[in-house]
């Protein structure tokens, strides 16, 4: 069943956040530019794979016995979806995921999945920010 071979793989990613989503939209997030390059530990069904987003739409899961499956991800509409051997998952997406705070999810196809983000980059330095005052 591709269904289960796409859970097992570790597609869907589950990212929440308690900041309102106009809020990010207005600091210029970009959705999946927090994790871009970094490690993702996902846990579904008690089995942890490691899921990398690439840049342009790539995306790569390590499984626990070192198989590397290549896939693509696409983040709009608040929702983040991943397909890997022509199947498609897609979970709720409305933040960006935080280095060490883990989010549980049910993705599109049924699965309750734990995503915990190792890394993220970090933020663009804002532009037009006014300097400390007495220094």
Same mark, same amino acid.
Not at 53 to 65: E, S
């Given at each position: 069943?591709?269904?289960?071979?796409?859970?097992?793989?570790?597609?869907?990613?589950?990212?929440?956040?308690?900041?309102?989503?106009?809020?990010?939209?207005?600091?210029?997030?970009?959705?999946?530019?927090?994790?871009?390059? *970094?490690?993702?530990?996902?846990?579904?069904?008690?089995?942890?794979?490691?899921?990398?987003?690439?840049?342009?739409?790539?995306?790569?899961?390590?499984?626990?016995?070192?198989?590397?499956?290549?896939?693509?991800?696409?983040?709009?509409?608040?929702?983040?979806?991943?397909?890997?051997?022509?199947? *498609?998952?897609?979970?709720?997406?409305?933040?960006?995921?935080?280095?060490? *705070?883990?989010?549980?999810?049910?993705?599109?196809?049924?699965?309750?999945?734990?995503?915990?983000?190792?890394?993220?980059?970090?933020?663009?330095?804002?532009?037009?920010?006014?300097?400390?005052?007495?220094?």
């Amino acid at each position: 069943m591709k269904t289960g071979i796409l859970v097992r793989a570790g597609l869907g990613l589950a990212l929440t956040s308690s900041l309102p989503a106009a809020a990010m939209a207005q600091a210029g997030w970009t959705p999946g530019s927090e994790v871009i390059g *970094q490690p993702i530990l996902v846990t579904t069904n008690g089995v942890t794979n490691t899921v990398y987003l690439d840049p342009a739409g790539q995306l790569r899961i390590t499984t626990p016995g070192g198989s590397t499956v290549n896939g693509t991800w696409t983040a709009a509409n608040g929702q983040m979806c991943l397909g890997a051997g022509g199947v *498609q998952e897609c979970v709720p997406y409305s933040g960006p995921l935080r280095a060490g *705070q883990p989010v549980t999810v049910t993705s599109s196809c049924g699965a309750s999945e734990t995503w915990l983000a190792q890394a993220t980059n970090q933020a663009p330095p804002s532009q037009g920010a006014a300097p400390e005052r007495g220094r």
